[in-house]
């Protein structure tokens, strides 16, 4: 620690099943944040990819993908000391969120996989994970966790400002005037449900710059009574699991309109988080790698009606910026801070959470 800011390395593996990102920052774990730029993203192997999606909702031989998952994320670690010329003595904890195969916070049941004791053995630096259980068990949704890094980094943007998140689910963060005005939940479904299709349609991991659906024709019948499910309507606080919806819903479109009626249908899921808020945003930061489809940040822009642009726009990184997060939310947990509010999670009362393990215990 120097200067009172701990240099933490948070690991993000996301519900698109794409790969790891790492990134390295230094705070006290309250409203100081200095962003390093150092990161680096470690795709998945296809194989590895296809053992962890089978091991979703708990299936299949999941202590043996789980020990895989954290040797690849001590992998991700290694690769980003060398990277920043740093040996690991100098980082003064991990925060490692794994991956997310079950979520069903109604059940008070959220699963991460990753071991947190044996990536900090196989580090030698002390380790915060299984962020999500505590909340969960004190009858919150366990998600999103992200918002208090957005409201840490979000010092002089002109407010309201909401930031959304599109990974394989999408959730929003509604930053008023206020420190304490945060709200936050799961909108729907993100890029999982195109990814999904894209990969059985044509092979591919996902769709680039929506470039598939910008050739394809939505039917608007089909978002329509994908729009009719009651998580829409529902207030927050609320949370998804990956699999809430299934890519077959629009079986019988052609490669083209089933992927432009998916992208269409995050879109209008999004539009339909409005109702919910307490104020209209002025503008909308995306982050995740939905930023990266074009045709899904038209559809936001013209269904939100507002200013629609990636969070590169005020210097965030939108590759970086969930594990910086957790990185961030590592320290709190450290200093026994609150990593989730009612406004976020619908927790009773601030809560903290994650479980410690230190090298060689």
């Not at 990969?199 to 470039?211: K, M, P, S, V, Y």
């Not at 009719?228 to 019988?252: E, M, T």
Request: proline fraction near 6%; glycine fraction near 14%; charge should be negative.
């Amino acid at each position: 620690m120097q200067d009172g800011l701990s240099l933490a390395l948070g690991l993000m593996s996301g519900t698109s099943l794409d790969g790891i990102d790492a990134a390295l920052i230094r705070t006290d774990g309250r409203g100081r944040v200095e962003r390093s730029g150092q990161r680096l993203t470690v795709p998945y192997r296809s194989a590895f990819r296809e053992r962890l999606r089978g091991a979703l909702g708990g299936r299949g031989d999941v202590a043996a993908v789980e020990r895989e998952l954290t040797e690849l994320h001590a992998q991700a670690v290694v690769a980003l000391l060398r990277l920043a010329g740093l040996e690991a003595a100098r980082v003064d904890l991990i925060g490692f969120h794994g991956h997310t195969i079950l979520h069903a916070p109604e059940q008070r049941r959220t699963w991460q996989i990753g071991d947190g004791t044996l990536l900090a053995g196989l580090t030698g630096i002390p380790v915060v994970c299984d962020f999500r259980s505590a909340d969960v068990a004190a009858g919150g949704q366990g998600a999103p966790l992200v918002p208090l890094y957005h409201q840490a980094l979000s010092t002089g943007l002109e407010r309201p400002v909401a930031v959304l998140n599109i990974g394989g689910v999408t959730n929003v963060t509604w930053l008023g005037e206020g420190a304490l005005d945060v709200l936050a939940f799961d909108t729907g479904p993100g890029n999982a449900l195109i990814d999904d299709w894209v990969l059985r349609h044509t092979g591919r991991d996902f769709d680039a710059d929506g470039g598939l659906a910008a050739r394809g024709r939505v039917d608007e019948d089909m978002v329509s009574r994908l729009m009719a499910h009651p998580y829409f309507s529902a207030p927050p606080p609320k949370s998804l699991d990956r699999d809430a919806w299934s890519a077959g819903a629009v079986d019988g479109l052609s490669a083209e309109d089933g992927a432009a009626t998916l992208t269409a249908f995050t879109a209008a899921s999004v539009a339909a988080a409005l109702p919910h808020l307490p104020q209209r945003p002025r503008r909308w930061l995306v982050t995740g790698g939905g930023r990266l489809n074009g045709t899904l940040m038209l559809l936001l822009a013209r269904r939100l009606g507002a200013v629609v642009a990636p969070v590169e726009a005020v210097g965030w990184d939108g590759d970086a910026l969930e594990a910086e997060a957790f990185a961030y939310l590592a320290v709190r947990s450290r200093l026994g801070l609150p990593l989730s509010l009612p406004g976020t999670t619908g927790v009773p009362q601030p809560l903290t959470g994650g479980r410690y393990a230190a090298p060689g215990t």
